[in-house]
């Protein structure tokens, strides 16, 4: 079982950075592929990013290529979401999963059944 905890939201201005941060517990969090998800209001939960267990190969939305950096830091069991550029289609609830790394994954990185674990998310809002 994995545990994770997101940080990091608030309210922030239009072109305007926040840096979120994913604490996993557990002892093989090296192990973990994680992705970043996003629900606004009445909409479906939708991908962000994600980056393998080695720390390889970053996916992102195209609509966040540019402006979001996924990273990890497996000494500290956490994995960060950069969001720089924010725009008010940003406003969202952030969550972080954490997935099972194993042959094939990489096919469903973009999508929920990638991930087997989630956070409870954190908010972010942009002001125009």
């Known amino acids: 079982q994995v545990q994770l905890v997101e940080s990091g939201g608030g309210l922030v201005q239009a072109g305007g950075s926040l840096r979120l941060s994913c604490a996993a517990s557990g002892r093989t969090f090296s192990a973990y592929p994680m992705g970043w998800f996003r629900q606004a209001p009445g909409k479906e939960r939708e991908f962000v990013a994600a980056?393998?267990?080695?720390?390889?190969?970053?996916y992102y939305a195209d609509s966040v290529k540019g402006r979001f950096t996924v990273s990890r830091d497996n000494a500290r069991n956490t994995v960060y979401l950069q969001m720089n550029g924010l725009k008010p289609a940003d406003t969202a609830a952030y969550y972080c999963?954490?997935?099972?790394?194993?042959?094939?994954?990489?096919?469903?990185?973009?999508?929920?059944?990638?991930?087997?674990?989630w956070g409870q998310g954190t908010q972010v809002t942009v002001s125009s």
């Open positions: 999963a954490a997935g099972q790394a194993r042959p094939g994954w990489d096919t469903w990185a973009r999508t929920r059944r990638g991930y087997d674990y």
């Open positions: 980056i393998r267990w080695d720390g390889g190969n970053p």
